[in-house]
């Protein structure tokens, strides 16, 4: 099976965007995690399909595959890509588009640089909501990881975010702690694991190692969570600037019961058609 397909990155969080109206295909896990591996595929942290909308008054659907092959709830570097593609394909002439997720609508919205703006909806605190195992609702939460005790702020961003603050994010031990929080078991969906060093009330420097894709350049979703953690824990005032590996990213919180603004670059790399193996498993 040939399939055509465009590779897009936000902030060097890349991804696959399939356009699913204009060819009838949605990958299996398999296909996902074939398509995803970067020496016998194309490579990339996520797929994104373009789908058409399955509610009324959506203009589309948007489904996300991790690396692992496993379908997740929210992705905010691929939402920016996501409204570039249907953009740029001519699927879509409106500069705001709502669209469908597994975790609700979204409204990414084209700006007049260049940057794509999303509006990533009311971040949820309630622990059965995002879900995680407490005693009780808090701002800070004790987490025994890897050996240690940790202080971390729980947050749904559409998909679960632990994000602790470190004094140093470049030594930060994101490769050895992330997975271990990741599977942690008062995570029974696992978690995004953010590492969050603040430089100023209105700045953060930040790593995450992503659910089902390990440490990713960017990620828009933890970006979001950190600074929500970050102003209810006081160490933060919006909007704040959030630099990642990648590049920098611009989110805005007004508070409880308001949506958290996501503002960043969207960029197309290349455009190519690809072959699936028959025999994936």
């Not at 489904?63 to 496993?70: E, K, L, S, V, Y």
């Not at 929210?74 to 469908?100: H, M, P, T, W, Y």
């Not at 939460?141 to 005790?149: D, M, N, Q, S």
């Not at 603004?261 to 455009?271: D, K, L, N, Q, R």
């Amino acid at each position: 099976m040939k399939i055509r397909f465009t590779k897009m990155h936000g902030l060097g969080n890349d991804f696959i965007v399939l356009d699913a109206i204009r060819q009838n295909f949605v990958p299996t896990p398999a296909q996902a995690r074939f398509l995803a591996d970067r020496h016998f595929g194309v490579g990339c942290d996520q797929l994104l399909i373009v789908e058409k909308p399955v509610q009324p008054g959506v203009d589309f659907r948007y489904r996300i595959f991790n690396a692992d092959g496993g379908e997740v709830e929210q992705c905010g570097n691929g939402a920016r890509c996501f409204a570039r593609f249907v953009a740029d394909k001519g699927l879509s002439g409106a500069r705001e588009i709502r669209v469908e997720t597994r975790s609700g609508i979204i409204a990414p919205r084209l700006e007049d640089d260049g940057q794509v703006t999303v509006n990533m909806g009311v971040p949820r605190f309630e622990p059965a909501q995002i879900p995680f195992i407490a005693d009780a609702d808090a701002v800070v939460h004790t987490l025994v990881a890897g050996g240690r005790e940790m202080a971390v702020s729980v947050v749904s961003m559409g998909n679960p975010h632990a994000v602790q603050v470190v004094h140093g994010v470049d030594a930060a031990p994101v490769a050895d702690e992330g997975p271990v929080i990741e599977s942690h078991p008062r995570f029974p969906r696992r978690v995004n694991a953010g590492f969050m060093e603040v430089t100023d009330r209105h700045a953060i420097r930040l790593r995450v190692f992503e659910r089902g894709s390990g440490e990713t350049l960017a990620c828009g979703t933890g970006a979001c969570a950190a600074v929500v953690a970050g102003i209810r824990r006081g160490l933060l005032d919006s909007p704040v600037r959030v630099g990642t590996r990648g590049g920098h990213l611009s989110i805005a919180w007004a508070g409880p019961g308001e949506p958290v603004w996501m503002t960043g670059p969207a960029v197309t790399v290349f455009e190519a058609e690809i072959e699936i193996p028959e025999d994936l498993s």
